[in-house]
């Protein structure tokens, strides 16, 4: 097990109103399987991953993530366990500019120190799982979308993280790079990575391991007879 939240939800306050991002979930993230997170646009998806990820901290209830009980972590605790567990994949793939693709995967283990050789090596390896390594001198606006998605799920492994949470990673994609980003997702998760993936998306749930559905805040795990 990974990540476990035990209770744990979110709420917002505005004025006098209290707004329910999520409701108390008991849920638990394990090594070695891809979770797909479903449900419509603002039912509480992405505040379920934002949680998981370290990103925000739970209103109630207690969240558990690789042995450490965030709810008790100072900020920079939580920015650490962050950079060292969990790596992100975003929609929009969030690649620097003016960066090579090489560059952007280095990029979080020169946050972390690491050095130059190390880091080179790392990146290389990085680069060569998810088949890009000829790709490597680009800049982002020189490789299609999902060879940018692909760059961006090396930056979210070079470090080596335990958990995996992508934000919609094929919303932008057409459907043969869509099928062969959920395939390095799937082989991740069955290498022994814990993935989780927020989408809208039906056509994603082959991939999935476990599927849980998030629907006004509430969460529920769904049976999955379409996995691949």
């Known amino acids: 097990m990974i990540a476990e939240l035990k ?11 209290t707004i329910v991002a999520l409701q108390p979930t008991t849920l638990q993230l394990n090594e070695g399987e891809l979770m797909l997170i479903i449900g419509p646009s603002g039912s509480g998806k992405t505040t379920l991953l934002s949680l998981l990820g370290c990103v925000i ?4 209830g207690d ?3 690789n042995g450490q009980h965030v709810n008790t972590l100072k900020e920079t605790a939580l920015a ?14 969030n690649l620097l500019a003016p960066l090579t693709a090489e560059e952007n995967v280095m990029m979080p283990l020169q946050l972390q120190g690491v050095g130059s050789a190390e880091a080179r090596t790392r990146t290389e390896q990085a680069l060569k799982t998810v088949g890009m390594t000829d790709r490597r001198k680009n800049l982002p606006k020189q490789l299609s979308g999902g060879q940018q998605q692909r760059i961006a799920i090396a930056r979210a492994l070079v470090t080596n993280p335990k958990l995996v949470l992508c934000d919609e990673p094929t919303a932008a994609l057409d459907k043969d790079s869509l099928g062969v980003v959920m395939h390095e997702l799937r082989t991740l998760a069955d290498g022994g990575k814990s993935v989780a993936v927020v989408t809208h998306d039906p056509r994603l749930k082959q991939y999935a391991h476990r599927i849980v559905e998030v629907d006004n805040g509430y969460v529920r795990e769904l049976d999955n007879t379409s996995a691949i």
């Open 7 to 17: 209770g744990a939800g979110k709420e917002y306050r505005t004025g006098d109103q």
């Open 57 to 60: 901290y739970p209103s109630y």
């Open 63 to 65: 969240l558990w993530v």
């Open 80 to 93: 650490r366990l962050r950079l060292d567990t969990i790596g992100f994949v975003f929609q929009n793939f």
